[in-house]
Structures are given as C-alpha cells and as structure tokens.
C-alpha cells in the first residue's frame, strides 16, 4: 500500500514540475523570441562597433588583427572622408528641418480638415514610400536634366527633403489622430488667441512625434545611397564615398563615422524618451 502511494506521489511530483516548467515556457515563449530578435537586428551593428577598434594589416577592415584607439583618434585620416562626413550631416540636417516643418505643417492639415483633394494628397504621401528607390532616383535626375539643373548639392537637398518628408506626415499623424481638442478648446476659452495656443498647448503635446519624425528623417538621409548617387553629380555624401572607397579599401575609420553616428542617434532617443516620460509624470502628478 505505501509503494502505490509513493509511486503516485512521484508521478503527481513529475506531473508538477512538467506542468511548472510548461507554464514557464508559455509566460516567457514571446520575452525569448523578442529578445533573439533584438540581438538578431543589432548583432550587425555590434560587428560594425568591434571593428572600428580593429588595427587591420592590409587595406580591408575584414578580419580582427587588434585593438587599436588609433582610429578613433584620426578619424579623418582618409583623403576626403571629413568632406563627405560634413556634406552628408549638412544635406541631413538642412533636408531635416525643413522636412519636418512642412511634414507637420501637412499633417495638421490632412487630420484637421477636409478640403477637396485631401484623398488625393494621402496618395502623393505615400507614394515615396512605397515606390522603389531606384525608380524614385532615376526619375529625379530624369526631371533635373530636363529642367537643364546641374546636380550637385543642391539637387540633393531637394531630393531629400522630398523622400524624408513623408515618414514625418505619417508619424505626425499618428500622434494628431488621438489628439485631444478639448485642451486646445480649453486654452482658448480661458483667453489664449491661436498662435498662443499652438505654440503653448499643440506644438509641446506633438513634440515628441515631431522629434520622432525629425530623428527617423535625419537616419534615412544620412544613409541614404542610391537616390543621392543618382542626383550627385560630382558632389560626395559619406554612403558614396563608402561606395566607392569600397572597391579599393575598407579603412576602419569608415566604421568609427558609423559607428558615431549610432551612438549619437540612440543617444538622442533615449533622451526624447527620458524627458516624453517626466512630463507625462508631470502631467499626472498635476492631474
């Protein structure tokens, strides 16, 4: 009798501790896969990170030989490398602004109003970002030849502030969507004209969709290669100058620029974060 009992009791133990460990697997199945798929996307950029502390031997930064500061140090050691860091952060930074200007300014309006042709204009939004960006290029350089431009600095500005336009329609509009009106009402019903009530209730609630935009529309055209090599000319971004430095060498110092330009990026996120939670904290507390 006290055999049968001890064999249940083992088999009601095994029962438990498969029953335990399947409840772990179901409560953490989707923490797991999430975070595979964290170090799958940033296993790349990791690589690219190592590398530019890499002392490689010959021309191409491929395979680890040491640890070396030496590149960080002289960053700008490769002929032409500052130049085409600094066109690319001026064309992202000037292409930005005035991207997000118009981008925010273009969702107020298509959120906020009807007017005729307002299907029509989500259309042409979203074009760009569903047309390939070979095509968008070579369509760009086509009109520049035949409105007789020379391409060049210029040219890229242009296309820029037109691709980067529309990832800041989209993001600002999905912040105006669940946008209250009843504060902006409110202000303006305790004495505040529109302009004041714009720029002291809208703009701080629509901040951090703006900077959000402002941030992923600096990212693409920064990185962006095939439409600016189209519409160049003998102007040179960093992603062409990596282009063609490429096919002769691959000088770590490219890896310190990207690598750079991560950090930064994250930085900067990681703060608009910060400071979007402590005035939501705020908010609350006030509330």
Do not use: C
């Not at 409840?23 to 590398?51: M, Q, S």
């Not at 002289?74 to 500052?82: F, P, Q, S, T």
């Not at 290029?137 to 040219?155: D, M, N, P, R």
């Not at 691959?250 to 994250?266: H, K, M």
Request: glycine share 6%.
């Amino acid at each position: 009798m006290s055999a049968t009992t001890a064999d249940t009791a083992v088999v009601t133990s095994r029962l438990g501790v498969g029953a335990r460990a399947w409840r772990f697997v179901k409560r953490h199945t989707l923490t797991v896969y999430a975070a595979l798929a964290f170090i799958y996307l940033l296993l790349p950029i990791a690589v690219v990170i190592l590398f530019s502390f890499n002392d490689p031997v010959g021309r191409f930064n491929y395979v680890w030989q040491g640890f070396t500061l030496d590149n960080w140090r002289e960053w700008d050691a490769v002929l032409g490398l500052r130049e085409a860091v600094t066109t690319s952060l001026q064309i992202a930074t000037l292409s930005t602004i005035v991207a997000t200007a118009l981008g925010t300014l273009m969702a107020m309006a298509i959120v906020r109003h009807h007017f005729r042709g307002r299907g029509t204009t989500n259309i042409l939004v979203f074009l760009p970002l569903a047309t390939p960006e070979i095509v968008l290029g070579a369509s760009l350089l086509s009109l520049f030849i035949t409105a007789q431009v020379a391409t060049g600095f210029g040219t890229i500005f242009v296309a820029h502030v037109m691709f980067i336009v529309s990832f800041i329609v989209v993001t600002v509009k999905a912040r105006l969507v669940g946008f209250d009106r009843h504060l902006e009402e409110a202000a303006m019903d305790l004495g505040a004209n529109e302009w004041t009530t714009f720029r002291k209730v809208t703009l701080p609630l629509l901040s951090p969709a703006i900077l959000a935009g402002a941030l992923l529309g600096f990212a693409i055209s920064i990185d962006d290669f095939i439409i600016t090599y189209f519409v160049a000319g003998p102007t040179q971004t960093f992603p062409v100058f990596v282009w063609g430095a490429a096919r002769v060498a691959v000088p770590p110092q490219v890896n310190v620029i990207a690598s750079s330009i991560f950090l930064i990026a994250v930085t900067i996120a990681v703060v608009n974060v910060i400071i979007s939670s402590l005035r939501a904290g705020r908010q609350q507390q006030g509330a």
